[in-house]
């Protein structure tokens, strides 16, 4: 069995992730990747998606829910028309579990 870079992994999930929201008429956002830095939004989203209703905040992640990435986005303040979202991809499925967090 092949082993897969953990980084590239995650890359190619959030293109995943980005290409589901473009194809829902979302305007998807995701910073460039820099080396030696920390893309995430606001230090804990990957990707932003608006469209003319919403605007979600998105973080990524790989097959299960990570508490110690879940707290931070807690204590954020939730404004109107913004939701906070997880959104776990499950390799078997090859598909997303989307965990929007209140």
Avoid: C
């Amino acid at each position: 069995m092949k082993k897969i870079n953990k980084r590239k992994r995650g890359i190619r999930i959030e293109k995943k992730a980005f290409e589901i929201l473009k194809k829902k008429k979302y305007l998807v956002w995701r910073p460039a990747r820099i080396k030696f830095f920390s893309q995430d939004i606001f230090g804990v989203f990957d990707i932003i998606a608006l469209n003319k209703n919403e605007l979600r905040l998105i973080q990524v992640q790989k097959e299960r829910k990570r508490p110690y990435k879940i707290k931070p986005i807690l204590r954020i303040p939730l404004p109107k028309k913004i939701t906070y979202e997880l959104w776990v991809y499950k390799s078997k499925l090859k598909d997303f579990e989307i965990h929007k967090l209140k």
